[in-house]
């Protein structure tokens, strides 16, 4: 399939180690916040979502952290695997309006 | 539960010319979004629709660009005439409620 995000930013990781990926919002007053995983051809895949009364959240290979001081949003995939490699976007939203601003995202490459 | 679907996957037409994409959201999903993802980008809104209104449509160049959602349920993108820079992928997505939205595959459009 074709391949999105050829002009992003890319973290390589070795298969095993732990990933951290970053994103920085641009509105203050977003209090909702997902990440999604895009692989090739697809369409954005709903990972994991932090509100902003707390600052992490974790499932099952996965943490969200949140520091609203600074705006900035990261996520931790444990034990990175090749089916990992995609590319990463967060989104931000406010309460009420059901509009999501997505930032500009980060390919991650898993290497064997 | 069925996912969202969009067709067509792929679509290749000249400059000018018209093009339409079609959508179906996940049932019961009344919040319904078109976005456009030029490569090496994330999604940007076009449209939002909340059963057949529209919510927000302050990014679709309505010059060129229209949506709607008969019954509140499938939704159809029109683009005419389509210019080069038309050329992204059309990602459609639906939600229930303000959490997670759920994404087609997308359509693959290439103005030549």
């Known amino acids: 399939g074709e391949s999105v995000g050829l002009h992003l930013p890319t973290l390589s990781v070795q298969e095993g180690d732990n990933s951290i990926i970053n994103c920085a919002y641009s509105n203050s007053a977003s209090d909702y916040f997902i990440w999604y995983k895009q692989e090739s051809g697809k369409g954005p895949q709903f990972i994991i979502d932090i509100r902003s009364n707390m600052d992490k959240r974790q499932g099952q290979r996965v943490t969200v952290l949140l520091n609203k001081t600074v705006k900035h949003l990261s996520l931790q995939i444990a034990a990175t695997q090749p089916g990992d490699s995609a590319v990463y976007f967060c989104a931000e939203n406010t309460s009420g309006t059901y509009k999501y601003i997505f930032g500009t995202g980060t390919r991650l490459k898993v290497l064997a | 539960e069925a996912g969202v679907a969009q067709s067509p996957r792929y679509k290749i037409i000249e400059k000018r010319q018209s093009v339409a994409f079609w959508c179906n959201p996940i049932?019961?999903?009344?919040?319904l979004y078109w976005y456009q993802q030029i490569l090496g980008q994330g999604p940007k809104l076009l449209i939002q629709?909340?059963?057949?209104?529209?919510?927000?449509d302050s990014q679709l160049p309505k010059d060129r660009f229209s949506a709607e959602r008969l019954k509140g349920v499938d939704s159809t993108l029109k683009i005419q005439p389509a210019k080069l820079e038309d050329s992204a992928v059309y990602l459609c997505?639906?939600?229930?409620?303000?959490?997670?939205?759920?994404f087609g595959p997308g359509t693959r459009l290439t103005v030549t």
């Open positions: 997505a639906s939600s229930l409620s303000a959490g997670g939205q759920y």
């Open positions: 049932s019961g999903h009344a919040t």
């Open positions: 629709f909340q059963n057949n209104g529209v919510v927000d």
